[in-house]
């Protein structure tokens, strides 16, 4: 699976803008026209004008901080052991063929149904989340890393061998690149499952932290100021996904 | 300055689903300095197993190989450059990594990994692609990556496996003409593996016909023709002479490796 960078020329940007311009639209329409009840659905002005009040106030620096830190421990624990354990079951047929499945049916467990036992382990503070997010994202990481080393093309490896490829060069210069798009995919679905499952494990149980504040003004039907929280989220996760685009573009060849 | 290769009483079986399936039966053969040699048989028949022994990437259940005055017991990168089937070129490279890469494998000097890397994609043409990844070249243009990558090693001795076995015929026809002035002119000695008749009657010095698996050297034909071969060989008498003594002796054998296909 290769993922396209968002903005590729003129024609399909307009394309993309105009659907958000649609969406926004359709939003407006309907809440101007009082289909949907400001209670639960409030215009695009009345969420743009809490957004501008959010970001006066001093809750949000601590909370963007909350959720983000505990989002770079989390991810950043599930990189390194995912890509170690992903790669050391992909050097031998044996390991793989023992704990690929295992991994692919532990993957499978929904790991949310864990968060009390975090919380009665690790407490409301940011490590219960830390440990919901890094189980999230640890899985794709080391399954997709397991394929990408496991797929590589034996002619390159021989190609590398026969060229005289010591074990370092060979891991440098043809395993890594050779995994590198299907262990990058890993780590992108890594990166959108910890997010999001951070965010849920702060509308469970925190004090801090966006998702927090996500479900405290929902819960006091403050529902304008809700979606001023919702629409930081998703501006934050597009920019993320804009980032990691132009990057993977520039590493991809013509 | 030319090496031989000498490969005595070669056996080798793989593991198929726990069963030994015997691919190669005390094979023996000898091919002299800068000589130009076949191993043509049906497929299956265990002639790329037996390229993969002679350049040490593949270690025999039984028999021993020698290239030069040196036992091979794992690949010789120095001495033996391979090319593989198309997809053998790094495609996260361009055509000037491939070729450098190689070379740092082998711990050249930086400034001469250059100058070969040039010289070898001169010899075969490729010096205007220096900077195009391998998906943005035709599959003849790829098999030219691949034999300058093999030239730059600068090894005595030339294993290719299959090299044109992707191309469409016409291609196959240009890069063999080519590949015929080339190699005469490097004086390497070569050992290609190919299932194209056509291809072995107008390389070889010698052709090594193979029988269906186990495979075995059924027998030895000569092709008396200097090299380098010019196109008008191919239409030639002394051509379809060897063109239909080979096939003669195939002809069995592909019929026996269907039937075990077909089991």
Redesign the interface.
Known sequence: MTVQPLVRDSRSRTIQIAFFVLVLAAWWTMTATHHISPLFLPGPAAVAQQIGRISHAPTLAVDISYTLGTFVVAYTLAVFTGLAVGYVVSTRRFFTRVYEPLLASLYAIPIVVFFPTFILFFGTGPNSKIALGALYAFFPIALNTIAGFTQVDRHLIAAARSMGANDTQLLRRVLVPAAFPIVATGMRIAFIACFASILAGEMIASDHGLGHQIAQTGQMMDIARMFGYVALVVLAAFAFNFGVSALEAQRRPA | MAIGISAGHLSHAFDHNGAALRVLDDVSLTVVPGEMVCLLGPSGCGKSTLL?II?G?LKADAGSVQIGDAPVHG?M??R???V??E????????VWENLI??L???GVASAERAARATHALKTVGMSDFAKF?P??LSGGMKQRVGLA?ALA?QTDVLLMDEPFAALDEQTRMILGEDLSVLLSETGKTIVMVTHSLSEAVFLSDRIFVMTARPGRIKAIVEVRREHPRRPDFMTSAQFNDVRAELYTLLHDEMRAAAAIAAV
């Open positions: 993969n350049g990437l690949v990168p120095r033996v450059g391979f593989f089937q997809n053998a070129l790094f495609p996260w490279s361009t890469v190689g740092e494998f082998q990844y998906d943005q990558r090693l």
